[in-house]
């Protein structure tokens, strides 16, 4: 399980090897932490994951997102604590838009999750894939922010698991469900 004394860690990086059966777990330090939490979708819309967290018991009130889904798919509902990208997924969208909220969150730490890190695979190539974990962990050092990369290792391939293996300094497989 993730714990709490990573999260304080000045920029760790955090990997969370998920399943679809397990992907909420992967919020589960929600619990724990102080900090703002920001998470980029890339699957599903702010509104949605906002509910499943929030029938889990989750508390919400730190919780911010960066919506690469609610308007491709022409979703009419919009969350007050989200900024919404407009068309096609671009990490040039993803990175203006997280740098939008951090300078609209009023906390000093944040940790930021990228979820989920292998969807990327639907809108570009490995090697692309391999460049935007480096270009996310860069931003986020930048921004001050921890990042915390949720992936399913059965989605992505073993290239990009290896390099996530390499790159995160803590590393959490959550059991299936």
Known sequence: MLQKSW??????????QISQDNH?????????????????LLNRPAHNLSEML????????????????????????????AVYSMGKYTLHKTHTLLSQLVAKTNKERKIVVF??????HHYYGQKTILAA???????????????????????????VAQKLYRVCDRLVKLPFS
Do not use: C, W
Not at 7 to 16: D, K, S
Not at 24 to 40: K, N
Not at 135 to 159: G, Y
């Open 115 to 120: 979820d989920a890190l292998h969807d990327l």
């Open 24 to 40: 909420l777990q992967g919020y589960q330090f929600l619990r724990d932490t102080p900090y703002a939490t920001i998470a980029v």
């Open 54 to 81: 929030e029938k889990k018991g989750m508390p919400l009130q730190n919780l911010f997102f960066v919506d690469h889904v609610s308007k491709v798919i022409d979703s009419p509902f919009e969350h007050s604590n």
């Open 133 to 159: 974990i480096d270009h996310f962990i860069d931003q986020s050092r930048i921004l001050h922010l921890n990042p915390v990369f949720l992936f399913d290792r059965a989605k992505t391939t073993k290239a």
């Open 7 to 16: 999260l304080g860690e000045q920029h760790a990086v955090i990997g969370v």
